[in-house]
């Protein structure tokens, strides 16, 4: 076995939580490593990025390019496929907005850009390693272990390790520390299209979410909760990502078929996504990818940080998956930083940053499951929404989950919870007032 590296900071991973963790490390003259196993560029989901994402991006001196490369996205539209309801949310109009805009990135590229950019700061990049484990003297992590691109197992030393392995989550199930969420268990079928219906001018790169037709609810029948949701996100090169993330109910309700047939019987069943895909052609049959939500127990501890996905995965309902790596990548090299600086990596110093990030991915877990369980999706197409409510949800959808004294995002978590969510809709509720 190969032995004798030593840096600050060795990183598992290379997707945007793990380059944008080294980035920021390199930035501040740390000895970073980040060990990413596969080859880049590679395919991902997960497309569409947030507004304050680019708060971070800008830091990392990356939004010139971003710019360059990829289609604005201004705002999102929601629509009900049985109703034939629309209802669409401008970035602008959310609380104290930084960006008015995010952006639509094809991942292959966005996340070599995002390595490259480590690189470039001084992280030392290498791909085709494959780490195996965490290293720990008790409980205090000291580096990894690796197998290099030839095979050749090696030891390498670390003040401090990153856990940035998405859904593998190395350091969680290693510790046998993941839970899976109740009843967020979708399926996602998706592709690539050329020639799908846009909207003009700036909405051009509009996110799209269309809710599942319900085929087999009565006419008249009041609707309940959503059997999934498509996406429909256009790439600046005239492609569009489009996908349906279906719940097991659906799926169920077909057994035996495989992913193109049922990613076509879908789009059958949806008015509105067969509008949007009217004389569009696929560019390769759909795939299928099981999207578990988990929650995992430590986001961190004496000598390691888990950043990303592998700190615990949320339904992709919202887009988070990337905001919340970009996000808390960023400020835990900022934690990593002053932890070293201090001598001192033991998981107290990362508690404030945990906190955080728990913080932030609870508010995303409500609306998710609010959504799942018919209520916010109700509100998201009330014919006469509340300003505040639909300012709060605008900030919410731009991802302004972390906003430190700001009175709309507390009552975000109080007012909009499941319950108080359900009390609106009857109508039991008033919204509150501006902040």
Known sequence: MAAGMRFDVVVAGGGPAGAVTAARLAQKGRRVLVLERDAFPRFHLGESLLPESLVVLAQLGLLDEIDRRFIRKPGACFHDSDTDRMARFDFADAFAPKFPYAYQVPRDEFDELLLANAAKHGADVRHGWSVSRVRFDGTRAMGVLATDPGGTACSIDAAVVIDATGRDALTARSAR?????????????????????????????????????????????????????????PFKDGRTSVGVAATRKWIQRHPGEDPPALYARAIRESPVAKRFLHGAEPLWPARATADFSFHV??????????????????????????????????????????????????????VAWETEMRSGADVYMNLVQSFYEGVLSRILFADKPHPYVRHTITSLLAGNVFARDARWLEDARTRMSRAALAEMLAGASTAGSPA
């Open 297 to 350: 127990r430590d986001l961190a501890g004496d000598g390691w940080l888990a950043v990303g996905d592998a700190g615990g995965f949320i339904d992709p309902l919202f887009s988070t998956g990337a905001h919340l790596a970009i996000h808390g990548g960023f400020h835990a090299a900022d934690a990593v930083d002053a932890a070293l600086t201090a001598g001192d990596v033991s998981r107290a110093r990362f």
């Open 177 to 233: 520390t993941t839970e899976r969420i109740a009843n967020l268990d979708t399926t996602a079928l998706y592709s690539q299209w050329r020639g799908v219906t846009r909207e003009a001018g700036e909405r051009a790169g509009d996110f799209h979410l269309v809710l599942l037709g319900d085929a087999e609810r009565p006419a008249g029948q009041a609707e309940g909760a959503p059997l999934g949701w498509f996406w429909f996100i």
